[in-house]
């Protein structure tokens, strides 16, 4: 068992040590610079709401086992979570909509929990305004946590297992050895260590920076106020139970409530966003025993007075008694921030990470350090999922900013950034802008959603209309875009997908170990191959094309696979990202090779280029890669080429197309035909959770082909619970964006990953989590945002089972 020393002895560091040696750790160090356990830092003083439902399947499980565990914790001062439940109250029809997206998840991720009418809201919290409200969301198992003695419980329980906690000891500076970590330095010496975690809430981003680390978070200031006495609290809680009343979100004026006793407190986001600069407060608060709280600034506050009053008038005859702000982290995303240096061994950060979702986090880390994955996928939370543009300090205090003023406001899942736009663009950007694309961003690319230039298409296309919400971000053009896919032929943009060149005298053997499938076969192959971590579970699902005899060109998921990959590598191979250097652009439908074969000196027909090969080549004078791929379930190729090469190329190939009536089509058309044709996207239809028979991807594991990583568990693994299932609704007017519940015989069984309106068949596809055993043909019913929809699991894949479209 590693020497493992934590910094910071917040519900993060506590809850950490406490999770490690529950694991058998038993040489555990916790530091904090302040007093234990009120040190200073944002576990000191918040409120400690904890609502569990969240839209991310990963935060609510961290959250649902944060309270199991608080629940079970005992303190002789009294409890350390009061399970009052939780109420989120509507009071637009746009809020009252989500929350019933939100009863949604809840159901999908096994939260209990449900809808309200105004007036079982008004029974359940007899302070608010009934008439202000259209309904509510009542979740029982939500609660209270009192932060503090949280985190002393688990500290004691640490302790009695052998950890130490050191009070006033300061990290000045972490110490490393032949690139590792060797322990932390404070004012009395080198503290020595063979793994340090750093869970100093936001003041990790000052000490990782200082062993070359970004963690883009930025400490944000958040009014809390308490009022004085008011009247219809009084006698209803004792000093001992505090609160008896649900935990309240007014989330359309960003506020929330508890009760402290006959008081009420407010938490208020409805301010402008206050970013605090680190290195005026470090300085201003040396010394001080609150270096998280900042003078109350009333005027911030007034807005949010007003409408909490409206809420809940008894307000109107009180007033603020005391109040600060507090700071805490804010992250570009939203999530938490967790994982180990890549060039640092044995430095881990669990930073940004709230209260509610503190002993999820502690106990994943724990798993994570020991065990080197975890149960629930973190991917989210990882710290290697920002691209470099993510890590500049404009990006991080940009998006962070943004992510404080949405924190409470509804988010369409199709929703993308407004802020920092334009900063990633392919070699075809000016044409698509020409063509009136619509532009998402993912990744800083700016990605076409579908093009208003296809918009004459559309005149012998019927696509059922759509409800107000599903119809935002979309376009039923992207349908027609679709469907002239598969009629004809159309140009996508694939430059943002992620890839690498995989080269040097230990590549092959690299990539055979790193990925399920065989991926040493003849030069011009092309291999579909799963990252598995050790325990089996899917990091990524990769094509791998060989170039030359070293020489690989892979295509990936995120900055993960990098990562990944990176920590793995050999010093016989050479992993560069070239990404954005290169462009790529797919031509697919049954017109490709029609469209291709006249500017290409080679043979492009079925048997001379053969589906899933590479082939280095040239159109017209243009030097490219093509690779026999297609995520659309289409005849053709991607084509790459250095990116100096891209409007040419695009220019080149679109003349050539003219004559097949070729267009440019958007990712919308892309998420539809790929889902259609049984293709999964990783990170929404699987993750680390999954094994590769769940998700219906063991045709790309060769357990036959020598050890790779991920293997052994493989061999050991039991029957999936559950399966990746298509299902396609019923109705052709049924729409449903992902994250749905699904209902087997009334009962929750099983949720949507993603979904899209399927250009061959007229209905919506879906995947969707499914029992095993669940057969073909069988009724399901998911829940759209308070609508019953009817869907028929179905044979995969819907279209073109037989491969005729491809394989020709
Ligand atoms: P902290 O509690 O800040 O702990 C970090 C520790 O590291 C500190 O004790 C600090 O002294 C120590 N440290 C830092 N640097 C060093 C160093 N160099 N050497 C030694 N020690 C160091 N979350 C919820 O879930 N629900 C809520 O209702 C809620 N309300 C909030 C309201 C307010 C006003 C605020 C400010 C926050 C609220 N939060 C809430 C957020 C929550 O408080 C924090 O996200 C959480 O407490 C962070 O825990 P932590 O352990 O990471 O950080
Ligand atoms: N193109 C390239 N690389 C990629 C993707 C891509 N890497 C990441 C991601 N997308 C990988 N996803 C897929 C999913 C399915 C297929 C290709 C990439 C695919 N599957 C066929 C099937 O399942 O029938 C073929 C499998 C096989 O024959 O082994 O084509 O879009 N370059």
Known sequence: MPKIVVIGAGIVGTSLADELTARGATDVTVVDRGPLFATGGSTSHAPGLVFQTNPSKTMTAFARYTVEKFCALSHPDGWAFNQVGGLEVATTPERWADLHRKAGWAQAWGIEGRLLSADECAALHPLVD????????????????????????????????????????????????AGRVAGVQTSDGVLAADVVVCAAGFWGAELAKRVGLVLPLVPMAHQYARTGQIAPLVGRNTERTEAGLPILRHQDADLYFREHVDRIGIGSYCHRPMPVDMSTLMADTAGESMPSMLPFTDEDFAPAWREAAGLIPALEDSKVEEAFNGIFSFTPDGFSIMGEHRDLAGFWVAEAVWVTHSAGVAKATAEWILDGTTEVDVSECDLYRFED??????????????????????????????????????????????SGAHFYEGGGWERPAWFEANAGLLTDLDVPERDDWSARFWSPIAVAEARHTRERVAMYDMTPLTRYEVSGPGAAAFLQRMTTNNIDKSVGSVTYTLLLDQKGGIRSDLTVARLGPATFQVGANSPRDFDWLERHR???????????????????????????????????????????????????????????????????????????????????????????????????????????????????????????????????????????????????????????????????????????????????????????????????????????????????????????????????????????????
């Open 130 to 177: 009934r008439d202000r409200l259209l309904g509510g969301f009542h979740t029982p198992t939500d609660g209270l946590a009192k932060a503090v003695r949280a985190a002393e419980a688990q500290a004691r329980r640490a302790m009695a297992r052998g950890a130490t906690f050191l009070p006033h000891t300061e990290v000045l500076g972490i110490a490393e050895k």
């Open 570 to 808: 050999p010093d016989d191979v050479v992993l560069r990202d070239i990404t954005g250097g290169t462009c790529c652009v797919g031509v697919w439908g049954p017109l490709a090779r029609d469209m291709v074969q006249p500017l290409c000196p080679d043979d492009l027909s079925h048997s001379g280029f053969r589906y899933f090969r590479a082939l280095r080549t040239y159109l017209g004078a243009i030097p490219v890669t093509m690779l026999r791929v297609s995520y659309v379930g289409e005849l053709g190729w991607e084509i790459y080429a250095s990116a100096e090469y891209g409007g040419a190329l695009w220019d080149l190939l679109h003349d050539a197309g003219r004559a097949h009536g070729v267009i440019a089509a958007g990712r919308v058309a892309l998420n539809s035909l790929r889902i259609e044709k049984g293709y999964r996207s990783w990170g929404t239809d699987m993750t680390t959770e999954h094994r590769p028979a769940a998700v219906g991807l063991d045709f790309a594991v060769r357990m036959d082909k020598g050890d790779f990583v991920g293997r052994a568990a493989l061999e050991q693994a039991p029957l999936p619970l559950n399966r990746l299932r298509s299902i396609v609704f019923d109705e052709p007017d049924a729409v449903v964006l992902g994250k749905e519940p699904v209902y087997l015989a009334g009962d929750c069984a099983g949720y949507v990953t993603s979904a899209g309106f399927s250009p061959t068949i007229g209905r919506t596809v879906a995947y969707a989590w499914l029992p095993t055993g669940t057969q073909d043909g069988e009724a399901v019913t998911v829940d759209y945002r308070g609508t019953r929809h009817t869907a028929t699991v179905h044979s995969e894949p819907v279209v073109d089972p037989d491969m005729s479209r491809i394989r020709r």
């Open 389 to 434: 543009v993510a890590r500049s300090p404009e990006f991080v205090m940009t998006t962070s900013s943004q992510a404080f003023v949405e924190v409470y406001d509804v988010i369409h899942p199709h929703q993308f950034r407004s802020d920092l736009r334009g900063l990633r663009t392919s070699p075809f950007h000016q044409r698509h802008v020409e």
